[in-house]
């Protein structure tokens, strides 16, 4: 049996190392993407309103998602840390709690989602049809959350303890099950059921639960399971549980104030239209495909930052996050380059006429910059969590939200201008990110802190 050892939980300041740790993270990060991105596609060959329904429904999903992510990033900062620190006896606690409070916060999410989200969505959608079509949807699809959230689990744990590589096994399951279901029940081929639009609700749901299937299976083939005792504490543990929601309580309510800002863009969007939803939602799989090389640096960098400082070497941090950028944006500037050589393949894939990839064309450009603005903004606000100052984080997004919505309200709102200037809320997004995050790590007020 294989089995990590120790001296592979602490990272070295090395481009190799950070590649190392990121390659796979971005395959782990692309490959539920493809997920998304292949329920679009076949829902946008049903026609248009479920392509225009899909950006509703998979941003309000994505609000939810988003609280595992917060939690999964707090507790990879604290697995990390430990990692750094050598104390390997603490890291199975920490992850055995985080499942406990990950199936409890689905639970929550669950039962809103029943009971509020028609409340919301009556009150937000003007058109009726997408309306009941949305709250129908996510009937359904809310109960693929606790499979997703314990999924997200073992990321922080991959991740924080240098193992990333691992990650790929349960996303390959995932990506198989989902694109397989995907076509056979929205379709109604190799026997099963036509269920249209709900049919890529089903798909997911068993996607995410073969991914998380799989991933554990490897941790305990490959003795990582053993090797860090991770489910021997399954008990409630009050003293980890409070440091763990302690340091993820900011990173979750700045994810939900973040992706619930998203879901105002698109609902002011939507009152300009099916055809400006169904192009944005075009945008946002776009945007999300291109970018997984700049999210994987990112939490990169949230790992490496944090492994670091619990190794005591805090002068190496920004020349760390230096590196890192180098490399993100070398990335990000590809793929870019891609997006704006050959437009027309990539609107092509979800299946509309021509006139809507011509309309499309302005606002990828303006993706495309924004692309290129997140590569070097996410890696700084990474690196503020990996500080363990997520506070800090919170901070940031909410002085940035509060400059993104008020744009997003002039421009599509008040103004009632084309979308392609609502899309440039992307940009005072990343930049005020950017700014805030730069100037708190160079401060060093980080190096005191203690998790």
Request: charged share 10%; net charge positive; hydrophobic share 50%.
């Given at each position: 049996?294989?089995?990590?050892?120790?001296?592979?939980?602490r990272v070295e300041?090395?481009?190799?190392?950070?590649?190392?740790?990121?390659?796979?993270?971005?395959?782990?990060?692309?490959?539920?993407?493809?997920?998304?991105?292949?329920?679009?596609?076949?829902?946008?060959?049903?026609?248009?309103?479920?392509?225009?329904?899909?950006?509703?429904?998979?941003?309000?999903?994505?609000?939810?998602?988003?609280?595992?992510?917060?939690?999964?990033?707090?507790?990879?900062?604290?697995?990390?840390?430990?990692?750094?620190?050598?104390?390997?006896?603490?890291?199975?606690?920490?992850?055995?709690?985080?499942?406990?409070?990950?199936?409890?916060?689905?639970?929550?999410?669950?039962?809103?989602?029943?009971?509020?989200?028609?409340?919301?969505?009556?009150?937000?959608?003007?058109?009726?049809?997408?309306?009941?079509?949305?709250?129908?949807?996510?009937?359904?699809?809310?109960?693929?959350?606790?499979?997703?959230?314990?999924?997200?689990?073992?990321?922080?744990?991959?991740?924080?303890?240098?193992?990333?590589?691992?990650?790929?096994?349960?996303?390959?399951?995932?990506?198989?099950?989902?694109?397989?279901?995907?076509?056979?029940?929205?379709?109604?081929?190799?026997?099963?059921?036509?269920?249209?639009?709900?049919?890529?609700?089903?798909?997911?749901?068993?996607?995410?639960?073969?991914?998380?299937?799989?991933?554990?299976?490897?941790?305990?083939?490959?003795?990582?399971?053993?090797?860090?005792?991770?489910?021997?504490?399954?008990?409630?543990?009050?003293?980890?549980?409070?440091?763990?929601?302690?340091?993820?309580?900011p990173l979750i309510?700045?994810?939900?104030?973040?992706?619930?800002?998203?879901?105002?863009?698109?609902?002011?969007?939507?009152?300009?239209?099916?055809?400006?939803?169904?192009?944005?939602?075009?945008?946002?799989?776009?945007?999300?495909?291109?970018?997984?090389?700049?999210?994987?640096?990112?939490?990169?960098?949230?790992?490496?930052?944090?492994?670091?400082?619990?190794?005591?070497?805090?002068?190496?941090?920004?020349?760390?996050?230096?590196?890192?950028?180098?490399?993100?944006?070398?990335?990000?500037?590809?793929?870019?380059?891609?997006?704006?050589?050959?437009?027309?393949?990539?609107?092509?894939?979800?299946?509309?006429?021509?006139?809507?990839?011509?309309?499309?064309?302005?606002?990828?450009?303006?993706?495309?910059?924004?692309?290129?603005?997140?590569?070097?903004?996410?890696?700084?606000?990474?690196?503020?969590?990996?500080?363990?100052?997520?506070?800090?984080?919170?901070?940031?997004?909410?002085?940035?939200?509060?400059?993104?919505?008020?744009?997003?309200?002039?421009?599509l709102g008040y103004?009632?201008?084309?979308?392609?200037?609502?899309?440039?809320?992307?940009?005072?997004?990343?930049?005020?990110?950017?700014?805030?995050?730069?100037?708190?790590?160079?401060?060093?007020?980080?190096?005191?802190?203690?998790?």
């Open positions: 049996m294989t089995t990590a050892t120790t001296s592979n939980f300041i090395t481009n190799r190392q950070i590649l190392k740790i990121a390659l796979p993270i971005s395959l782990a990060i692309l490959v539920p993407q493809i997920n998304f991105i292949t329920n679009n596609i076949f829902l946008g060959h049903l026609d248009e309103q479920s392509l225009a329904t899909a950006g509703i429904t998979g941003v309000f999903y994505l609000v939810f998602a988003v609280v595992g992510q917060g939690l999964n990033n707090g507790l990879q900062a604290l697995i990390a840390r430990r990692a750094g620190e050598n104390r390997i006896d603490e890291i199975g606690k920490l992850f055995s709690q985080s499942i406990l409070i990950s199936l409890t916060l689905a639970l929550f999410c669950i039962l809103f989602t029943y009971f509020f989200a028609p409340w919301i969505l009556q009150l937000s959608l003007k058109d009726e049809a997408v309306k009941n079509q949305a709250v129908s949807f996510l009937r359904i699809r809310i109960w693929g959350l606790p499979f997703l959230f314990i999924y997200q689990m073992r990321n922080a744990l991959l991740v924080g303890t240098n193992q990333s590589k691992y990650l790929i096994f349960g996303t390959l399951a995932e990506t198989i099950v989902n694109i397989t279901l995907d076509y056979s029940l929205i379709f109604g081929y190799f026997g099963l059921p036509k269920l249209g639009f709900n049919g890529a609700a089903y798909a997911s749901i068993c996607a995410e639960a073969a991914g998380m299937i799989v991933v554990f299976a490897v941790i305990h083939i490959k003795g990582i399971s053993k090797q860090l005792n991770l489910f021997n504490s399954l008990r409630l543990d009050p003293k980890n549980t409070w440091l763990i929601l302690t340091q993820s309580s309510m700045q994810y939900v104030i973040s992706v619930g800002s998203w879901e105002f863009f698109y609902i002011m969007v939507e009152h300009h239209g099916k055809r400006d939803l169904a192009i944005s939602n075009t945008m946002r799989n776009i945007f999300g495909i291109f970018g997984v090389f700049t999210w994987a640096f990112a939490s990169t960098t949230n790992t490496m930052v944090s492994n670091i400082i619990g190794q005591g070497k805090h002068e190496k941090v920004i020349e760390l996050i230096t590196k890192i950028i180098k490399l993100s944006l070398c990335f990000s500037l590809t793929m870019a380059a891609l997006l704006n050589l050959f437009p027309g393949a990539f609107i092509s894939v979800f299946g509309q006429n021509a006139d809507f990839a011509q309309a499309s064309l302005p606002v990828i450009r303006v993706v495309s910059a924004a692309l290129i603005m997140m590569s070097f903004s996410t890696v700084w606000l990474n690196a503020v969590t990996g500080t363990g100052n997520t506070e800090v984080n919170l901070a940031i997004e909410i002085i940035t939200i509060t400059c993104y919505c008020i744009y997003v309200y002039l421009t103004f009632n201008l084309p979308i392609l200037y609502g899309w440039m809320s992307e940009w005072v997004y990343w930049i005020t990110t950017f700014i805030f995050a730069f100037f708190y790590l160079q401060s060093g007020k980080w190096k005191q802190r203690v998790i």
